[in-house]
């Protein structure tokens, strides 16, 4: 077959053998071959063959030799048809023929073809034929396989075909391709159905327009054919994929009747019987994530939660349970309106999982893991009511309710910081014993996760619970417990080891590493990833003491983010499987760890690192362009790392990998990369790296790239917001959220020098803080603007008019969501544009209304350090007379603590300055002491910077002997009383 003679010879035995096996044999190799030796054949023996093709199509009397013949002539047409236009003849005869045969194999013909994008392209021409055509041959009734040739064709051709232009006549055939739906479903003919929902996929997803027809296909796809019981899986499935496309792609062409009529058929379909493991309730809730993942909101949310209500207490175990599922499969599209009401939320969840059933209570516990996931961290309120009675339910568990608790704590704790304390005795004792008891594998894996989740959140107020954990761990890693477990615990052990002090951790470094090393000297992808594991958080613990163990770590970790493993199965049944890429989750798992132990051995070790950094560079390439996204966000982080870690040597080490191999990379990911997590990995990386190098990271040059691309994002313009419907905001707030944090980090660091750069993409901010866009976008953009333009006073001075416009039109927009933003927004403008002391009194009206009224705790807050910032802006253009005496009534900040600096400024302020305030010296001794004092024992929340901070201490050391210093003192903790001393004497 490597011979080009082999065409020839297998074209005589095609053509001449009696036996039809033997001509179907030689029309596959044909198949593989033809195209390969074309070239060198003869320019009469092309023709020859060419002939003799079309003229075995005409006499071949078997029905599956033909078809093997077709698609072997289609192969070569594929390849030739600019120089083969006899074929098109030859299809057109046998199409408008008499004979049914000829009909079927000249569209069969076609169709194969038609899978060839060059085909395709040479077709344009000929639109009005292939509507002429195809517009008979769907209302062909003779044979059945003229009307599934034809919808193949017209599948391939909306597949294949590089312009929307081509596809138009496609548009004209719908009406003709629904009858022939329900023609099909009539006689049962469920095969026509699918091919003619592949046609309409297809279309879609190849951004065509069938607006006209939408309604009336949307209606059969979700009640004739996805609600029909009495169809297979695989048919119903079609038209639910197609609906699900059409969300995705085309969001906006669904009115709000179509998607009330889905609704009702998604949330019956969500009851039926679930018999196998892929079933309708998977398929329709697939679709209902699709759903409120790409439409607005304000449409999908109330309909939804309509239904849901109506079946959590409804008697039928099936409606319930479909109804709580629905709850955490809608959390992620709508978590910005079920945030809202999170409390009735996690309410119904917690009574869901005391019903009798177990299978409500798996559901309930799904549902909250998918919840505790996507509204953080506003669900984090809710701990004490969802803790408890997570672990209360796993006390009482088994199988698989188990195991779905199980994922709910592990979802739940993952960044639960704050309050987890409260919570850790129950947490560590229920998880521990778990891990200890007789459970199933996957439980025991899941409750291990969820330990690692427990430790990590902790952090170092783990301590109590340490022995207890590593003698639990020990154990399991020196017994003879299942492989899987093993290694799951040996990644928990990394996570105490980087939760613990050097002192606790000591005694387990030699035993536990040598374990990981033998880990790492297997074949098992998860026993390396878990050795990775342990040895990136050993690191954390270790610092530069991990030097014994870079050398070997590192070499493993370089060579298995250098690996290149593809698990291809090809299916030698069917000739037309293409083979299919079937990537082991375990691969991407190790990968992903030995990528996260590179970055942190180099943030620990870097001058270690330095002689690695060539062969590092080489890997980073070719990571940063891997197909899979979990890598690439990986690939940005451990980039991150390389250049915070080796920095630390010299920012002149590291130039050349940053500049080179890192920054080209999150440029282009920023406006080309499909995914929104690897796009908001990037800007991460690029904010913490400004904090720790500063200026040098980002010359320049360089800031106009960044701002360029930024602007991309804020253009909603970038590869991954092409999806989904934006224009009613409910794009990725997160996405928003990190491009502002990002531009406030440059500001921050840069100051003034960043003001040209600002003013390119500030008119950007004005598409999120209009009024016809949704309250979530307005506040997120107006707090950025405020806590950028701190920085910029350049900007607040020059634009000081129109900021103030935004501001004050928030306040009076009745939207309460806006107030806080936009009183802090307020409060900053006055601050830094001076211009603005002329409508103080203006802005007072409005602050008063504010101080004076029923408001939010964090709201008052707010309007005070506005007034605040008046007072010790323009003091001057406020009538304080008047004016301190209300602010002070306020006083102190109830809830908003990151105001608390701003107060001891005022404060110091009219100390400084000579004002009268002996009306108010009791309190504000009490403020600035329990200001300064805080901000030493709470630095994380109480954010007090040194200048404040060193003139709150001066204007305290005026008053150490007066009566109201020392009350205040008298009444303070030992330990606070030390640190005011301590204070007080620097």
């Not at 009909?103 to 509507?131: R, T, V, W």
């Not at 890192?662 to 282009?668: F, N, S």
Request: proline share 4%.
């Amino acid at each position: 077959l490597k011979l080009t003679q082999s065409v020839q010879d297998l074209m005589v035995q095609l053509t001449s053998n009696s036996e039809a096996q033997i001509r179907q044999l030689a029309s596959v190799l044909l198949r593989k071959k033809i195209n390969k030796h074309w070239a060198s054949l003869s320019t009469d023996v092309q023709q020859q063959i060419k002939q003799a093709l079309v003229d075995q199509l005409t006499k071949e009397t078997e029905v599956l030799v033909r078809k093997n013949i077709a698609s072997l002539t289609a192969t070569l047409a594929s390849e030739i048809i600019n120089s083969w236009p006899e074929i098109l003849t030859f299809i057109s005869q046998c199409t408008e023929s008499d004979s049914v045969p000829a009909k079927e194999i000249g569209l069969y013909l076609l169709a194969e073809i038609m899978e060839s994008d060059s085909a395709c392209e040479f077709l344009k021409p000929h639109h009005q034929n292939l509507l002429d055509l195809f517009a008979k041959s769907l209302e062909d009734t003779s044979s059945r396989e003229i009307r599934r040739n034809a919808l193949k064709a017209l599948g391939n051709h909306a597949t294949n075909s590089e312009e929307e232009s081509s596809l138009h006549y496609i548009v004209q055939l719908i009406p003709k391709i629904l009858q022939v739906v329900e023609e099909a479903l009539s006689l049962n003919d469920e095969e026509l159905v699918v091919f003619s929902f592949e046609v309409f996929d297809s279309l879609i997803e190849s951004g065509i327009s069938m607006t006209p027809h939408l309604e009336l296909i949307v209606r059969m796809a979700i009640e004739k054919i996805g609600a029909n019981k009495a169809l297979a899986l695989g048919t119903r499935e079609c038209a639910m994929d197609f609906l699900e496309t059409l969300a995705e792609r085309s969001p906006k062409v669904m009115t709000s009747e179509s998607l009330s009529y889905l609704m009702q058929h998604i949330f019956s379909i969500a009851c039926e019987t679930e018999e196998e493991e892929s079933s309708p309730v998977d398929m329709a809730l697939r679709l209902l994530d699709q759903i409120s993942l790409s439409l607005p909101n304000k449409a999908v949310y109330p309909l939804a939660m309509n239904y849901i209500n109506q079946m959590k207490s409804d008697p039928n175990t099936l409606v319930r349970k479909a109804g709580v599922l629905a709850i955490g499969v809608i959390a992620e599209g709508c978590a910005d309106y079920m945030k809202q009401e999170l409390g009735a939320v996690v309410e119904g969840l917690l009574q869901a999982l005391e019903d009798p059933q177990e299978v409500i209570k798996e559901s309930a516990s799904l549902s909250l893991g998918y919840c505790a996931e996507h509204l953080k961290p506003e669900i984090y309120e809710h701990h004490e009511k969802v803790v408890p009675k997570l672990i209360q339910v796993t006390q009482q568990g088994s199988g698989k309710v188990m195991e779905r608790v199980l994922y709910a704590l592990d979802t739940f704790c993952e960044s639960f910081d704050e309050d987890i304390e409260n919570h850790l005795e129950s947490l560590v004792g229920t998880l521990l014993e778990v891990v200890v008891r007789d459970f199933e594998t996957k439980v025991k894996q899941v409750a291990l996760s969820a330990l690692a989740s427990v430790i990590t959140s902790a952090d170092k107020k783990i301590t109590p619970y340490f022995q207890k954990i590593v003698e639990v761990l020990g154990n399991i890693l020196n017994s003879q417990a299942d492989m899987t477990v093993k290694a799951s615990s040996l990644q928990s052990l990394g996570t105490l080891a980087s939760s613990s002090t050097l002192e606790q951790f000591n005694p387990y470094i030699q035993e536990s590493s040598n374990l990981a090393y033998s880990y790492l000297n297997t074949d098992n992808l998860e026993f390396r990833e878990a050795a990775f594991a342990f040895f990136y958080n050993l690191s954390n613990l270790l610092k530069e003491n991990t030097a014994p163990y870079f050398d070997t770590v590192f070499e493993q970790a370089l060579t298995s983010c250098e690996t290149a493993e593809m698990h291809v199965e090809d299916d030698l049944e069917d000739e037309e499987t293409q083979p299919t890429l079937k990537v082991r989750t375990a691969f991407l798992d190790e990968k992903t760890a030995a990528l996260h132990t590179v970055g942190n051995f180099c943030k620990a070790c870097p001058h270690q690192a330095l002689p690695y950094l060539e062969r590092i560079s080489k890997v980073m390439e070719y990571l940063f362009e891997y197909y899979h996204e979990n890598i690439r966000m990986q690939c940005v982080t451990t980039a991150s790392q390389i250049t915070e870690g080796i920095s630390k040597a010299g920012f002149g080490n590291i130039q050349q990998f940053w500049f080179v191999n890192v920054v080209p990379h999150y440029l282009d990911m920023l406006t080309q990369d499909d995914s929104k997590e690897v796009v908001c990995r990037v800007l991460e990386s690029v904010e913490e790296l400004v904090k720790s190098i500063k200026k040098e990271l980002l010359p320049e040059n360089y800031m106009a790239q960044f701002i360029q691309a930024f602007k991309v994002l804020l253009e909603e313009d970038a590869e991954c917001q092409k999806e989904g419907d934006e224009t009613e905001g409910d794009h990725d707030e997160t996405l928003m959220g990190d491009v502002t944090d990002t531009l406030h980090a440059l500001a921050k660091e840069w100051g003034e020098a960043m003001g040209p750069y600002f003013e390119e993409v500030m008119p950007l901010f004005a598409r999120f803080t209009h009024d016809k866009r949704n309250p979530r976008d307005r506040n997120l953009f107006t707090g950025a603007l405020a806590d950028i333009i701190q920085n910029l006073p350049y900007v607040a001075a020059k634009y000081s008019e129109d900021l103030s416009n935004l501001a004050l039109r928030n306040l009076q927009s009745g939207e309460e969501s806006l107030y806080r933003n936009s009183l802090y927004f307020l409060g900053v403008v006055c601050e830094f544009a001076p211009s603005l002391a002329g409508n103080y009194m203006q802005y007072l009206e409005l602050l008063n209304s504010f101080l004076t009224s029923q408001q939010e705790p964090e709201t008052v807050d707010n309007a005070v350090a506005a007034v605040c910032r008046m007072v010790y802006s323009n003091p001057q253009s406020l009538p304080l007379d008047q004016v301190l005496p209300a602010l002070f009534e306020q006083l102190p900040i109830k809830a908003d603590i990151g105001e608390v600096q701003t107060v001891l400024k005022c404060v110091c302020f009219l100390f400084e300055n000579g004002y009268d305030m002996s009306a108010y010296l009791q309190k504000s001794i009490k403020m600035l002491v329990e200001g300064v004092v805080m901000s030493v024992q709470d630095p994380e929340n109480f954010k007090v910077e040194e200048p404040v901070k060193t003139r709150t201490l001066n204007v305290l050391k005026g008053y150490t002997n007066d009566p109201h210093f020392q009350e205040v003192g008298s009444k303070m903790t030992p330990e606070a009383q030390q640190i005011l001393t301590q204070l007080l004497a620097n």
